[in-house]
């Protein structure tokens, strides 16, 4: 690899004697790659391992080998497994549709994001490193996050499956197109309490001053971390980018920095090596805002990262650890955990921390009173994006779907379709014909929502259709109706993925049904006299 003279001299500056050691780690094509688990929805008796062996070891017929194979762990991620490509038989190899690979280069990789437990959100892609950073963000269920530049959603997803629904994450991404990627991890992912936004940082900060108990930076940065794996960041690196990084960097945490709570914590990363964007901004931080101070950092995570220093410092810069492709298994990066003085303090958003308190559901706004619309009024595109009221027919097409559909537990977690209280922790509200489960009273004016929060379903021609986002949100055990297809029965878990209709299942369903694999939700059917009606999104369709 041609690194930049600069880039060279810097590391050499940096590392002393480790720099040809760093240096021959970048002769080495990086084949290190990993997946971390959402263990919320980890089904019971089941294990990582259990479904590293069945995405990577289905049997000799399917050209797999070494069923017994043992995964190693990432050692500072609790759910992340390192894979590799050389454990499997290459003549062999097929994808989730059973064709082969068409050159012999590609017959050297079964892809486990082409398997059916990714496609059901059993697990993530992610570069190894990058788990560090929702480790050291220690989420417990409850609590108020927010990622603030979130996209593509390995980081939210992590933090969101940290909360086992319980909580609020916010996940913002100000790019609109990777925000479309960002809520679509969140949805396959099973995340239903998350609130994906397209707004930039001072608009994020205007909207939730001082509301959130964890707040993660995962900064834009000069990408020299991902050198091996990323082509387009070794070509358009400059020292001229690197400072260019850095001051925005510094933009973003001026904002972020209005978000956190008394007693909360700010987690900033980045994937370079570079000081400028790393210890020197932490350095800066420190300075700007003397109520922060650096954590501690867990000598369960210490003992397998290295630490953070300031240029031409051999010193450790507390609360701030690093990654390097030469002493651990993964690429660059760089965290630091940061604490806020205080008392850690429950707040709400309301008139007083600057966003307005909407009665959104089955109440005016404005005086209390229900909202009436015709029996046969269509949604107005005008409507699209607001929280208004539902009608009288739209909530008994949805008492209906839950008589049918939920078991008693399933039916508990959404009496806010029908009931409002100021005191109510989630809202039901209506975007267009589509119904949303906010995680919290949120007015939405003038604000770029990509994804309210856990998408219900829809209203059509006076009937309720769930969402496959309410099927990955929600557990086996609150639905009445379920096919639970076994892993010996992939062809027919392939065939519902490819919205094929499933013939031969029991009489016994009726209506509504939920499609299970391996334990894992995939999504709904509606089923009679013995035949499976496919209602898997059609964009989401594989190609068999």
């Known amino acids: 690899m041609n690194l930049p003279k600069e880039f060279k001299n810097r590391m050499k500056a940096l590392l002393g004697d480790e720099y040809e050691a760093f240096a021959e780690a970048f002769e080495k094509e990086s084949g290190v790659k990993g997946l971390r688990f959402s263990m919320s929805r980890l089904p019971e008796n089941k294990s990582p391992e259990d479904v590293l062996r069945s995405v990577f ?30 454990a499997l ?67 939210s997803t992590a933090l969101g499956d940290a909360l086992r629904g ?30 994906v936004l397209n707004e930039t940082p001072e608009k994020i900060a205007a909207l939730f001053p001082e509301f959130f108990d964890c707040v993660v930076v995962d900064a834009p940065c000069s990408g020299e971390g991902m050198f091996r794996k990323e082509e387009a960041a070794l070509s358009e690196w400059s020292p001229e980018n690197v400072l260019m990084c850095s001051v925005r960097q510094r933009d973003i945490l001026k904002e972020a920095v209005k978000c956190v709570s008394p007693g909360g914590r700010l987690i900033y990363s ?60 993964g690429e660059g990066h760089f965290a630091a955990v940061l604490l806020r003085d205080g008392n850690v303090v429950s707040s709400g958003l309301d008139a007083e921390n600057g966003s307005e308190r909407i009665v959104s559901f089955g109440r005016n706004a404005e005086n209390g009173k229900e909202k009436k619309y015709g029996k046969n009024r269509k949604s107005d595109k005008k409507d699209r994006g607001k929280n208004i009221a539902l009608s009288r027919e739209q909530r008994e097409s949805f008492e209906i779907f839950a008589k049918e559909a939920l078991t008693e537990s399933g039916r508990a977690k959404f009496t806010e379709v029908n009931t409002y209280s100021p005191e109510d922790e989630k809202t039901a509200v209506l975007f267009g014909d589509n119904l949303y489960l906010e995680p919290f009273y949120f007015s939405g004016k003038g604000v770029k929502i990509e994804r309210a929060g856990l998408q219900v379903g829809t209203f059509a021609k006076n009937r309720f259709e769930p969402s496959m986002a309410l099927a990955r949100a929600l557990s086996p055990k609150d639905f009445k109706n379920v096919l639970s297809l076994s892993e010996d029965q992939k062809d027919l878990a392939t065939a519902y993925l490819s919205g094929e209709q499933l013939s031969g299942i029991s009489t016994d369903f009726k209506g509504w049904t939920l499609v299970t694999y391996d334990g894992y939700t995939l999504g709904f059917g509606k089923a009679s006299n013995g035949v499976l009606k496919n209602h898997y999104p059609k964009g989401l369709r594989i190609i068999r």
């Not at 990714?118 to 996050?145: C, I, N, R, W």
């Not at 370079?272 to 964007?277: G, I, L, S």
């Open 57 to 86: 070891s289905t049997g000799e017929e399917n050209g797999f080998e070494n069923r017994e194979k043992e995964y190693e762990k990432i050692p500072w991620s609790t759910a992340g497994y390192y894979w590799e490509e050389a």
């Open 89 to 155: 038989k290459p003549e062999d190899t097929t994808d989730l549709a059973g064709r082969r690979p068409e050159d012999d280069s590609e017959r050297k990789t079964v892809r486990p994001g082409k398997s059916i437990y990714h496609e059901a959100g059993a697990f993530y892609m992610q570069e190894p490193s990058a788990m560090v950073v929702a480790t050291l963000a220690d989420v417990k269920p409850g609590e108020k996050v927010l990622d603030l530049c979130a996209a593509p959603g390995g980081k």
């Open 166 to 195: 319980e909580g609020v994450l916010v996940s913002n991404e100000i790019h609109p197109s990777r925000a479309k990627i960002l809520s679509e991890n969140i949805e396959r992912m099973g995340i239903g309490n998350a609130m």
């Open 270 to 329: 980045t994937c370079t090596f570079a000081p400028a964007e790393d210890e020197e901004n932490i350095a800066w931080f420190l300075r700007e805002y003397p109520d922060f101070h650096p954590a501690e950092i867990p000598d369960s995570i210490k003992e397998h990262v290295s630490f953070g220093r300031l240029e031409n410092s051999m010193e450790p810069m507390a609360g701030c650890i690093r990654i390097w492709p030469h002493k651990q298994k």
